[in-house]
């Protein structure tokens, strides 16, 4: 097998590094002595790959144009570097697999070195801004869940097949997305004892279409909830809601609004 060298791929890409652990979502999880590895891509089709398959209802409101990236592209719709940065890796998870995997893989395993030596737990989010089945991430012919059988792998979807990974990986965990047309779905995982994630306009109710909602806001670890719940999450703002510099509420079925969450 080809040797790469992680310094070497990183100039070539013009990139400082794949993913880390200190974005402000993940920074959360903390709190519960939890050290986490991240990858933002670029969402639904920017890059010209399309990583979000059921991104149709939700796209506009990805957390992609949320915190330092939303400043970005408040001033310039065309995005700047973080908005590109992004882009580049995309485009380099699609083109060079090999390549983007040993660097992935390298960064993962100091990241675990990172988080032994601060006695925290350590887990791996590949999709935070993405939806794509772990099982792609593969190098030499074993996905990222098998090249790491001891490491906590975690996703946020709203791909309904991608559960089926449940049974075949006990490293990986799912939350599934409620994304306002897509209810039926939710309830049978519930049923079956899943979560599922709500994102509600401003205020969480105590309960939602009968099952009761946790604050998931606090944190990023969901692996550590129990099942059959909803994670409720608050809308945060992104770029794509203000015009001439106006929030412009959201007319979208997505975020639910307190008044009608029993509907």
């Known amino acids: 097998m080809t040797e790469y060298n992680p310094t070497g791929i990183k100039k070539e890409l013009g990139i400082s590094y794949l993913g880390g652990c200190n974005s402000p979502k993940l920074i959360k999880s903390y709190g519960r002595n939890v050290l986490t590895y991240g990858v933002y891509l670029a969402p639904f089709n920017l890059s010209g790959y399309a990583v979000c398959p059921e991104s149709c209802n939700c796209s506009k409101y990805c957390l992609h144009g949320s915190g330092r990236n939303k400043i970005e592209l408040l001033t310039n ?25 040993h660097l992935l893989i390298h960064e993962i395993i100091q990241a675990k070195k990172k988080a032994d030596a601060e006695g925290m ?122 015009a001439s510099g106006k929030y412009q509420r959201p007319d979208t079925t997505f975020i639910t609004r307190y008044g009608n969450q029993k509907h």
């Open 121 to 242: 737990k350590f887990a791996v989010r590949l999709n935070c801004t993405s939806d794509i089945n772990l099982e792609k991430f593969e190098l030499d012919g074993k996905n990222i869940l098998q090249l790491f059988p001891d490491i906590q792998f975690y996703d946020y979807t709203k791909v309904f097949s991608h559960v089926e990974l449940l049974d075949k990986y006990p490293n990986y965990d799912l939350t599934f997305s409620f994304d306002g047309e897509n209810w039926e779905k939710c309830k049978s995982l519930l049923d079956k004892g899943h979560r599922v994630a709500v994102v509600f306009e401003d205020i969480l109710p105590a309960e939602f279409k009968g099952y009761p909602v946790i604050d998931a806001n606090g944190d990023d670890a969901r692996f550590l909830d129990e099942g059959g719940i909803i994670c409720g999450l608050t809308y945060k703002r992104v770029a794509n809601d203000y």
């Open 77 to 101: 719709k065309e995005g700047g570097p973080i908005q590109k940065s992004r882009i580049k890796k995309t485009k380099f998870f699609f083109e060079d697999r090999v390549k983007f995997m």
